[in-house]
């Protein structure tokens, strides 16, 4: 790079061709009266690494787009799209089972009161047995369809806070990739001494957004309203009582690794890509376990993938996710114990024992 | 009006309004070349490369109605793309882990690469080898970098995106993209001097 009075020159950007045309423009008038930052564009090209031929363009394997076209079509017809049809999804692309009904066909003429004309469709006006006909079939209907609507609503929400899971789970995986292996915790003693601190500190690097710390069968949303994760300078300048509030509320509806301590002594949090080991879950509420979907939750473990976990299945989990293998809010015994704690907990040994 | 002849955010609203599938093939003809290369050079491999693809396309279909009228199909298109690139990445990872001794896709690929590099008669075999020895030093070193750096020369560095449409796909400021480009940069840069150096 080259700062100048004119300012700084991207030169990476203008030699891959990156910028906006105006700003590219800029960049190649100053190169045309600039030798020196003609021979700086120069050597930088040249030291850049050149792409491949076999990385170039190639033809796609024959067929790909027919196959794809195909494989939707499967999807369609799958049981899977169907249930996405129940809640509406792409409403307008699925086959529609049934004609839809013209307004005109039930104008206020026809369902005017009976004249006593014999039941049946046609140009008659209807009659009481075909009112309470109609009632009992909605009222059938309605028994079959509202269980069947909370059914995938509550399947979209539990779809939703996976996807939250899986997105801070990827910024984990970001984060620890920059900072040698480590986890986003921090210091004692500061602002960010409580679990939660992983928000700020991922979001710091733009890693994570406000809306991916909510889940939208917690009750978390309720209680905070509009929720902001904090930058570290905000969290620096809070008086003590904001400070205590924030570090309650800054982990979102989620609760996170509380890690493990040998003798006693807290063990720096990396990340080991372990299949076993949960680092994040839906929020304790009420010390006890989570109850944001009902019969279970979901969690991220070490390696990134996500689960839904019901309560009563047997899993590969500690029953016991939110205290230690000694009842404690504090960090594992060791590697296999996975404690996760709510936003405001303190990496410290212990804190307390299960109420 | 032909589906050849609308743009892509016509064929999307129509489809959305018609399910007509003729209209959605257009737009899958239409990147079928573009996003695969895309997806096979994010991937190193050509099967997870088919199957992303067709994820992807899977995906336009499944959220169509939640794409923006006056937002542009391309970087919406690249931006699925690339989350359905990234869960790929992260699944051949965990699969490596639970298979240690069997070779990755990837590696396949790189043997066959090599075989594909020592039967091109276009140069001399020792350069081949050469420059194939250097390439794979630069995928290596491209592919020890963090998720966020390796999206964003995917798409500015081979893909030729500008640094708006990057930032527009992965939700992120101009400027982060500047930044993550610049350190990955240098950092292939960096491997790609040792190694030419060497060679030489």
Known sequence: MNDRDEGEVDLIGYLLGALDPDEAARVAARIDRDPLLRDEADRLYASLPKTEATWGSELPPPGLAERTMAALEQFADSPAAAALSSTGASAAVRPLAVEPVPASAVSSSTVSSSDGGTSGFGSRSWGLQDWIAVTAMTALLASLAVPALINSRHQAQLTACRNNLRTVGRAIGDYADIHRGRMPVGEPGSPFETVGAYAPILAAESLIRDDDLICPSSSFKNEVGTFRIPTAEQLIRMKPDALAYMQRVMGGSYGFTLGYAIDGAVQELKREGNPFRVVMADRPEGGDLAVAHGNGMNVLFDDGHCAFLHLDSPSLLDPQLFVNRIGAVAPGLDQDDSVIAPSHVRRVWPVRLQD | ?200
């Not at chain 2, 009228?69 to 699944?91: K, S, V």
């Not at chain 2, 030729?160 to 796909?169: D, M, N, S, T, V």
């Open chain 2, 1 to 200: 009006m032909t589906p050849s002849d609308r743009t892509d955010e016509q064929l999307l609203a129509t489809y959305r309004r018609t399910g007509d599938r003729g209209l959605f093939a257009e737009l899958v003809h239409r990147y079928e070349r573009e996003l695969y290369n895309f997806l096979r050079r994010y991937l190193g491999d050509a099967t997870l490369a088919e199957d992303a693809f067709q994820a992807t396309f899977l995906q336009v279909h499944l959220k169509c109605e939640q794409f923006d009228e006056g937002r542009r199909f391309r970087p919406w298109l690249y931006a699925i793309a690339t989350n359905q690139a990234i869960d790929a990445r992260r699944r051949v990872r965990r699969q490596r882990m639970v298979s240690l001794d069997r070779s990755s896709p990837a590696e396949q690929d790189d043997v066959l690469r090599l075989v594909q590099v020592l039967e091109s008669s276009e140069e001399d075999p020792s350069e081949r080898i050469e420059r194939h020895e250097r390439n794979a030093q630069v995928n290596e070193a491209l592919a020890s970098l963090p998720e966020s750096m390796f999206s964003v020369v995917q798409l500015v560095y081979f893909q030729g995106l500008k640094y708006r449409e990057a930032a527009e796909i992965l939700e992120v400021p101009v400027g982060t993209v500047k930044s993550r480009l610049n350190s990955a940069i240098g950092k292939l840069t960096d491997v790609w001097n040792a190694n030419h150096i060497e060679t030489r």
